[in-house]
């Protein structure tokens, strides 16, 4: 089942709406990132002065200290790459492009979830065509976009199914679709999970879907949704062989 209509190829987005939307979401980041970077500079100030102080304390009450200190800066730092990810997406997206294997990074891909989908009891698979070109395309977002579509079928199964990924030509367009044995999705939710911070699932946040949604348009491709016939939840990229343009 493809979840793209046969008379749907190489279309844009609607322009309209879409870009309304995605002016106010970016003013909406800006804000949320200007309020969250107060708060974390004073939090680093104060644990500065926390730390001088900690020169003063007695050497065993220092070495336990001195160890949640280490965390509390690399929460600090994670808040902060975050942030920085929320300006990223508030402003234009800029792609590096280059020749990319897309066999070679959904196998990536793979090898990354393989450990967490071991412990969920998930098998994941990887279908790919052998006449596959190479793709001129950013391969790091790519990456993230596939990363972001995957960990969402892991938790759609939660425990105890199969993740399939395949990829393959369709003319001058390259599809990856990620098929998973979930639940499936309410059809009235097909397209609102696109959108950020809408999320169905408990250990959602409801952002990793609306990333990759960004990434791929910035490519000029088109992500979907659809259920599939079997049961389960079909999310597929349709992109470019060709280099996007700007």
Not at 166 to 192: F, K, M, N, Q, Y
């Amino acid at each position: 089942m493809n979840p793209f209509p046969a008379n749907d190829a190489g279309q844009d987005p609607p322009p309209a709406a879409a870009s309304e939307k995605q002016l106010l979401l970016s003013r909406l980041l800006e804000r949320l990132a200007h309020e969250i970077r107060n708060p974390l500079s004073s939090l680093d100030i104060h644990l500065q002065l926390l730390e001088e102080d900690l020169g003063q304390w007695p050497p065993q009450i220092k070495s336990q200290a001195a160890a949640r200190l280490e965390i509390i800066h690399g929460e600090l730092r994670r808040l902060e790459n975050t942030v920085d990810q929320f300006m990223r997406l508030a402003g234009p997206s800029e792609l590096n492009l280059a020749p990319v294997d897309l066999a070679k990074i959904v196998r990536h891909v793979c090898d990354l979830l393989q450990p967490e989908a071991a412990t969920r009891h998930i098998e994941i698979t990887a279908e790919l065509s052998p006449d596959l070109p190479p793709l001129t395309a950013d391969g790091g977002q790519l990456i993230q976009a596939v990363i972001n579509l995957v960990i969402n079928a892991l938790q759609a199964i939660e425990q105890n199914g199969r993740v399939a990924i395949a990829v393959r030509r369709d003319g001058d367009w390259c599809l990856i679709e990620v098929r998973d044995s979930g639940p499936g999705v309410p059809p009235d939710r097909l397209t609102t999970i696109f959108e950020p911070y809408f999320t169905t699932k408990p250990q959602g946040k409801g952002i990793g879907l609306w990333i990759a949604q960004q990434i791929v348009t910035a490519h000029r491709g088109a992500i979907q949704a659809a259920n599939s016939p079997e049961g389960g939840a079909i999310l597929a990229i349709r992109l470019p062989i060709a280099a996007p343009k700007p």
